[in-house]
Antibody, heavy 121, light 107 residues
């Protein structure tokens, strides 16, 4: 069955970096676009970043441009999010999710359980 | 950016009631509209994709409709396990955007 398992969250000071990982299994990783979506405590869902199935297209939401980088390692079936220059407003549960297509846009049919990132001094 | 306006933000209904949530896009998104269910402490779950298609395994009491800018999500007969927050989401254009969510409670 399809599984997505995030890791790498934790408490980090403002300005520091963190790398999230999303280990996947149960589907052909190279066939699907992959997303990071976050949810601040008590708030709604916010798209963070997307990468196409072949890794050639990557997009971030404006609030993380220049700070966050999405990438994928197809040999490990793993998605990453490198987060630099973290701010208090980046505090959230971060979910990875797969699309139903190889494109960068599509319904998100499987999600991980989420990993909590807390940015605090 | 495409804004998604979802209403109501919360509702309380009895078991067996018909529940309807609306979602309005700030511009035409044809049918690139999905609905998700999120239970407390859990990841979102895709229920409806492309406005009206039921995801595999999702009970038929859930349905979606609409196109263009106006969309609806309906639970035909509310069950206790449907207590959750529901989100619409457009994928016509980046950035992907979500509605603000509708928290559904049992009266």
């Amino acid at each position: 069955q399809v599984q997505l398992v995030e890791s790498g969250g934790g408490v980090v000071q403002p300005g520091r970096s963190l790398r999230l990982s999303c280990a996947t299994s149960g589907f052909t990783f190279t066939s699907f676009g992959m997303y990071w979506v976050r949810q601040a405590p008590g708030k709604g869902l916010e798209w963070v970043a997307v990468i196409s199935s072949d890794g050639s297209k990557k997009y971030n939401t404006d609030s993380v441009k220049g700070r966050f980088t999405i990438s994928r390692d197809d040999s490990k079936n793993t998605l990453y999010l490198l987060m630099n220059s973290l701010r208090a407003e980046d505090t959230a549960v971060y979910y990875c999710a797969k699309t139903t297509t190889n494109m960068i846009r599509g319904p998100l049919d499987y999600w991980g359980q989420g990993t909590l990132v807390t940015v605090s001094s | 950016d495409i804004q998604m306006t979802q209403s109501p933000s919360s509702l309380s209904a009895s078991v067996g009631d018909r529940v309807t949530i609306t979602c309005q896009a700030s511009q035409d998104i044809t049918n690139y509209l999905n609905w998700y269910q999120q239970k407390p402490g859990k990841a979102p779950k895709l229920l409806i994709y492309d406005a009206f298609n039921l995801e595999t395994g999702v009970p038929s009491r859930f349905s979606g409709g609409g196109s263009g800018t106006d969309f609806t999500f309906t639970i035909s007969s509310l069950q206790p396990e449907d207590i959750a927050t529901y989100y619409c989401q457009q994928y016509d254009n980046l950035p992907l955007t979500f509605g603000g969510g509708t928290k559904v409670e049992i009266k």
